[in-house]
């Protein structure tokens, strides 16, 4: 079984940043694609940010590139999100989540769909004030 637990959530001001960091046990993530999600309050949950196994490759939604990365220490089993240039609109509680087991190279096409993943954390909250 695999644990995931998010932490660095927080209040800042609009500007600001934030590193989220997602710790992993149980099982180690090395191989395994990792995304962030977040979801506002009365909205969906939506894709935010993923990477690879190795972190190779990473995706981001519109909306936050060029503001946030997402990256990973395999040595210490986390996956992190520095979020910077922080807006109001990014406020949400932020999830991390790891692949499922499988056909891993489907990852490349399906890191957006929540529906992948087969490990979430709790969830962090985020907000960002103007």
């Known amino acids: 079984q695999v644990q995931l637990v998010e932490s660095g959530g927080g209040s800042v001001q609009a500007g600001g940043s934030l590193r989220l960091s997602c710790a992993a046990s149980?099982?180690?993530?090395?191989?395994?694609?990792m995304g962030w999600f977040r979801q506002a309050p009365g909205k969906e949950r939506e894709f935010v940010a993923a990477?690879?196994?190795?972190?190779?490759?990473?995706w981001y939604t519109d909306s936050v590139k060029d503001r946030f990365t997402i990256s990973r220490d395999d040595r210490k089993n986390t996956v992190y999100l520095q979020m910077n240039s922080l807006k109001p609109e990014d406020t949400a509680v932020y999830y991390c989540?790891?692949?499922?087991?499988?056909?891993?190279?489907?990852?490349?096409?399906?890191?957006?769909?929540?529906?992948?993943?087969?490990?979430w954390g709790q969830g962090t909250q985020v907000t960002v004030s103007s």
């Open positions: 989540a790891r692949a499922s087991d499988g056909d891993r190279y489907n990852f490349y096409y399906t890191y957006r769909d929540a529906n992948v993943y087969a490990y």
């Open positions: 149980g099982r180690a993530i090395e191989s395994y694609g």
């Open positions: 990477l690879t196994w190795g972190g190779g490759t990473t």
